[in-house]
């Protein structure tokens, strides 16, 4: 069983919060998007304030940092979520579930 996680939805002309962009670039890691490049361009942000966010998420050890031995040459380093990282996105779908919920419970 394949789990899918929370994107936020890019055509959306809502700034996003610091929180929702972390968990943007959280989920494309998860869902294999690995290269910086590749993850900048995903959650539509500009390089520098992508750097501070995965050295931030790094820091924190939600993500870590892997040296790019893959199949692409050009890459020096690449990210993978950690079971930390693993644990908030789950916490936070299942959190963004159950606030989906909410309103049918009441009524």
């Not at 919060?17 to 942000?45: C, Q, V, W």
């Not at 501070?52 to 870590?64: A, D, P, R, T, W």
């Not at 380093?77 to 930390?84: A, C, D």
Request: glycine share 4%.
């Amino acid at each position: 069983m394949e789990a899918h996680y929370y994107v936020c939805d890019l055509r959306m002309s809502i700034r996003r919060s610091k929180f929702e962009i972390y968990i943007d670039i959280m989920s494309l890691i998860k869902n294999g998007i690995h290269i910086p490049t590749r993850i900048m361009y995903n959650a539509n942000l500009s390089w520098k304030p992508l750097k501070e966010i995965l050295k931030s998420l790094c820091l924190q050890g939600v993500i870590q940092e892997t040296s790019g031995n893959g199949d692409d040459k050009r890459t020096k380093r690449n990210y993978v979520l950690t079971e930390k990282g693993e644990n908030i996105l789950r916490y936070f779908n299942k959190a963004k579930c159950l606030m989906e919920e909410a309103p049918l419970i009441r009524n």
